[in-house]
Structure formats: structure tokens, C-alpha cells
């Protein structure tokens, strides 16, 4: 790998740009796409490794190009700098995720508590206006107070976000329905919600609440079968 | 495959670039079978001895590092096929009956 080709692909992560870096085999030469000067070919085999967000080995007439994918990360925006926050957060960054909290209660959202990560002290909806979270982005409520969980789940709804969760009792997540109907929301897009939030692992303990939540945010990122829960009637 | 996933395997590897070693970066670029991480895995290595990330569960880490080695000598990429019909398959195969690609190739 040329010094050139490394300092291009450092310039594409910085500006959170994807990209693909396509080596030929076995030779090793390399260019990143795309690329208008590259084939049609290979332009739309780094379109596709990049829209499946999977690395690939491809054959263009008799040559082989691995098509290394580098999107910019996946995002988690946390509300509710609380206690499963904090085991929340180191989970998600090693799974990948640029993680960024929000808390307007700065005694909650302290660096103290959240040391090496974004965190906003803005009002959940200000904040989300500002994050805009896009289809490769997962958004959590974790502070079940309805005037901040309610206002950042209001703005997910209008996202594409992947993945929206919110943490509380069937019977919380039942009136936090209802209060989102009256918002206007329907049906279906009251059921991106997964809540109550993560995977029924019987959680207790706040790390084990954040595992639950990681292990569904992994399962939906990955196209794994995620059971529908059932709300309860309010 | 993210530039944060897991590990930022090239961005160690530049950086020991940077401060003077002489590195080798080995990157699956294809999997059959059960074979524990993805195309797109990366190992580092420096002619010093340095290692950084992985590509597979363990079982063919030692042979890679020592391609990365004559890459590092040669300046020459290898691309390496191991698995269960590699005829070293019984030395340095991979246990779970998987097979990989991996390209070595000299940072310079």
C-alpha cells in the first residue's frame, strides 16, 4: 500500500466519507472508488460492497479485485445519561458505533461519568434536530421521562434511524405509545419502537440491560430474526 | 465493514509506519465455510514483532506473520489460500473446516 493510497483513505474517514479501497489480486495494485476514471464495473461492484456494508472478492472479465468497504461508523445516539448509559456506551463503541449521549441534566451527562465520548447537553429534540440520525444510525431512550424520551422518539419516528428503542415496562411502553398516537404517529411506525428495549435475556443489573439492548441493536443491524413484542393494553 | 469496527487495524498500522517500523498488513479477502472473521479482518505486523488485530480465530495468525515477514523482506504481496485442501492444511489449517484468503502486502 502506497503512502498516497493511505493518506486518501485517512482524508475519506475524516470526512466520514465511504469508500472503497480495491486491491487487485494477486498483484496489489490499488485504487479507491469511486472513481470516474475506474470501469463501470467496478464502480457499481463498490456501489453495491458499500451499500451491503460487506468486503468482497469480485471477478471483472479474468482479474479479481478485493473491494474492502470503509463506511463511515455507525451511530448511537443515547437520551438518558444514566447509570445503563454508562455500561451501554463501552459496549457499543467496541461494537463500532460513534456513540453520542444526550442529557440536558448536566449532573447526569458529566464528562465524569462519560469520559471519551460526545455527549449534548441540549434538549432532546434541539439535539436530534442536530445529530439528523440517518438509515445507519439507532437511536435509545433510556430516561423514562416522558418530556425527554418522548421528544427524541418523536424525532427517530420522522428518521430513518435502523433502530429505535426505549426503555421501560410493557406497561410504561404502553402509555408511551398512546401519548405518540396523539402526536400523530401511526400504527406502523409506532412499531419501529422496540420496546420494552433489547433482547429478553431475563436482565437485571444496568451491564446486563446495556447487553440486552447491544445484543438487539447487533441482531438488527445483521438481519436477525428479532421477536415482536407484544405492548400491553394501556 | 466500518473504519470503527472493532479495531482501527490500518490506523495502528500507519501509525507504526510513521514512527519508523517496517510493517506487513494481512486483510481476508474472501471466506468459505465457517471462518471466524469476515473479509475485510485485518492483521498488522512489524518486522520489530509487533501484532495487531486478526484474521481468524487463532489458527493461521503464526503462518501469516511469517508471510508478512518475507513481504516485509521482499516488498513483494502474497495472497495465501489456507483451509482444507491447503497442503499444509494439517499444519496450520483451520480446525473449524473453513477456508480463507488472505492478501499480504507491504505498507511502504
Given at each position: 500500500m502506497t503512502p498516497d493510497i493511505l493518506a486518501a483513505l485517512e482524508q475519506a474517514r475524516l470526512a466520514k466519507?465511504?469508500?472503497?479501497?480495491?486491491?487487485?489480486?494477486?498483484?496489489?495494485?490499488?485504487?479507491?472508488?469511486?472513481d470516474p476514471g475506474a470501469p463501470d464495473g467496478l464502480n457499481a461492484a463498490a456501489a453495491q460492497a458499500l451499500r451491503e456494508d460487506e468486503s468482497v472478492t469480485v471477478r471483472?472479465?479474468?482479474?479479481?479485485?478485493?473491494?474492502?468497504?470503509?463506511?463511515?461508523?455507525?451511530?448511537?445516539?443515547?437520551?438518558?445519561a444514566?447509570?445503563?448509559?454508562?455500561?451501554?456506551?463501552?459496549?457499543?463503541?467496541?461494537?463500532?458505533?460513534?456513540?453520542?449521549?444526550v442529557d440536558p441534566r448536566r449532573s447526569f451527562a458529566s464528562d465524569e461519568r462519560f469520559p471519551n465520548v460526545t455527549v449534548s447537553t441540549a434538549w432532546p429534540d434541539e439535539a436530534m434536530d442536530e445529530l439528523k440520525p440517518d438509515s445507519r444510525t439507532a437511536v435509545v431512550t433510556l430516561t423514562h421521562d416522558p418530556k425527554l424520551d418522548d421528544p427524541a422518539l418523536d424525532r427517530a419516528l420522522k428518521s430513518p434511524a435502523f433502530y429505535i428503542g426505549s426503555l421501560g415496562s410493557r406497561r410504561?411502553?404502553?402509555a408511551r405509545l398512546k401519548r405518540l398516537r396523539d402526536l400523530g404517529h401511526d400504527e406502523a411506525a409506532l412499531a419501529r419502537i422496540q420496546g420494552p428495549v433489547g433482547?429478553?435475556?431475563?436482565?437485571?443489573?444496568?451491564?446486563?440491560?446495556?447487553?440486552?439492548?447491544?445484543?438487539?441493536?447487533?441482531?438488527?443491524?445483521?438481519?436477525?430474526?428479532?421477536?415482536?413484542?407484544?405492548?400491553q393494553a394501556a | 465493514m466500518s473504519f470503527a469496527e472493532t479495531e482501527d487495524v490500518l490506523g495502528t498500522a500507519a501509525a507504526w509506519r510513521a514512527a519508523g517500523e517496517q510493517v506487513a498488513v494481512a486483510t481476508v479477502t474472501e471466506t468459505w465455510g465457517s471462518s471466524p472473521r469476515p473479509a475485510g479482518s485485518q492483521m498488522a505486523v512489524t518486522k520489530s514483532g509487533k501484532m495487531a488485530g486478526s484474521v481468524s480465530g487463532g489458527c493461521i495468525e503464526g503462518a501469516v506473520a511469517d508471510?508478512?515477514?518475507?513481504?516485509?523482506?521482499?516488498?513483494?504481496?502474497?495472497?495465501?489460500?489456507?483451509?482444507?485442501?491447503?497442503?499444509r492444511a494439517w499444519e496450520v489449517g483451520l480446525a473449524c473446516g473453513g477456508k480463507v484468503k488472505v492478501f499480504v502486502e507491504k505498507l511502504s
Open positions: 466519507r465511504p469508500v472503497v479501497l480495491a486491491t487487485r489480486l494477486p498483484d496489489g495494485h490499488q485504487r479507491l472508488l469511486p471483472l472479465g479474468t482479474t479479481d479485485w478485493f473491494l474492502h468497504a470503509y463506511n463511515p461508523p455507525l451511530r448511537l445516539i443515547v437520551v438518558g444514566v447509570h445503563i448509559a454508562q455500561a451501554l456506551v463501552p459496549f457499543a463503541t467496541q461494537c463500532g458505533f460513534a456513540v453520542t449521549v410504561t411502553h404502553a433482547l429478553n435475556i431475563e436482565a437485571v443489573t444496568a451491564p446486563e440491560i446495556a447487553l440486552s439492548i447491544i445484543a438487539e441493536l447487533v441482531a438488527v443491524r445483521r438481519g436477525a430474526p428479532v421477536p415482536q413484542k407484544q405492548p | 508471510a508478512a515477514m518475507k513481504t516485509i523482506d521482499t516488498g513483494a504481496p502474497q495472497l495465501l489460500d489456507f483451509g482444507v485442501t491447503h497442503e
